[in-house]
Nanobody, 124 residues
Framework: EVQLQASGGGLVQAGGSLRLSCTFS????????IGWYRQAPGKEREGVSC????????YYIDSVQGRFTISSDHAKNTVYLQMNSLKPEDTAVYYC?????????????????WGQGTLVTVSS
């Protein structure tokens, strides 16, 4: 059974940092891509960053490139999203996700597995 458990959200001032964690079971890094989506109020869920299955390549959307870093701890079956220089527009519920494809799908409708969301609020 595939399970994902996200944690680490909270309230932070603009310019601050947070680290999200996603601990999973039921699959391996070799077989599933894993990463993060987010959904801001009134907006569609969008992919933020992921680690591809197999070679572990990392991907980011343009708006977080250079500020967010995704990493993995294979021994702990955990993926992290280090978020620095946070902006109010980063405010959203962040969801951990995993998919059998090499990279996470662009459309959240195609994702195989979801963890619960964790709220990130960035105040100005």
């Amino acid at each position: 059974e595939v399970q994902l458990q996200a944690s680490g959200g909270g309230l932070v001032q603009a310019g601050g940092s947070l680290r999200l964690s996603c601990t999973f079971s039921g699959f391996t890094f070799d077989d599933y891509s894993i990463g993060w989506y987010r959904q801001a109020p009134g907006k569609e869920r969008e992919g933020v960053s992921c680690i591809s299955s197999g070679d572990g390549s990392t991907y980011y959307i343009d708006s977080v490139q250079g500020r967010f870093t995704i990493s993995s701890d294979h021994a702990k079956n955990t993926v992290y999203l280090q978020m620095n220089s946070l902006k109010p527009e980063d405010t959203a519920v962040y969801y951990c996700a995993a998919d059998r494809s090499v990279t996470l799908p662009r459309s959240s409708l195609e994702v195989d597995y979801w963890g619960q969301g964790t709220l990130v609020t960035v105040s100005s």
